[in-house]
């Protein structure tokens, strides 16, 4: 194959030449990577910190708030026989300067229009409902789908 051993151990030492010179390049590639990486971990860990310092500082606004009253749920906390996996049991807020509603304030102008079309005005039997498939509602005890309306005047689904 080689003419001469002078040929070929030039070639050998060509070819160490040019796999130490890759080994570098490959050795600055990882620095770099190592380097990118601790850059973005640091900034991980200062966003953290300004995570936890405006999660403080909206529960001080929280607590100081006009009305005198939380407006998060009271979070019972756990024992110590109980596992983490279970969630935290939540406590209704009673509010105090919440004003309550009674049944003579409710609008009774929605229900009187409650089957009426938005598009020609048509009310009463010409407005037909269907179950729309798409909106599930809820999966137990068993799938409960929205309700679709269609004017059976202009054929709009509503």
Not at 57 to 78: F, R
Not at 88 to 106: G, K, L, R, T
Not at 131 to 142: A, C, G, H, L, V
């Amino acid at each position: 194959m080689y003419n001469n051993a002078e040929d070929s151990q030039t070639y050998y030492e060509q070819k160490i030449m040019d796999l130490s010179t890759e080994i570098i390049n490959l050795k600055k590639k990882i620095k770099e990577l190592h380097s990118t990486s601790e850059k973005k971990d640091k900034q991980i860990d200062r966003l953290n910190n300004e995570n936890t310092q405006i999660r403080a500082q909206l529960h001080k606004l929280q607590l100081s708030s006009s009305t005198g009253h939380l407006t998060t749920p009271n979070v019972i906390p756990q024992s110590k026989n109980v596992s983490q996996d279970q969630p935290a049991a939540i406590i209704p807020q009673y509010y105090p300067n919440q004003q309550m509603v009674s049944p003579d304030s409710y609008d009774t102008s929605s229900s009187i229009k409650k089957r009426e079309c938005p598009k020609c005005g048509a009310i009463g039997f010409a407005i037909k409902e269907f179950e729309d498939k798409t909106r599930i509602i809820s999966y137990i005890p068993r799938r409960i789908y929205a309700m679709k309306r269609v004017c059976t005047k202009c054929k709009h689904e509503f």
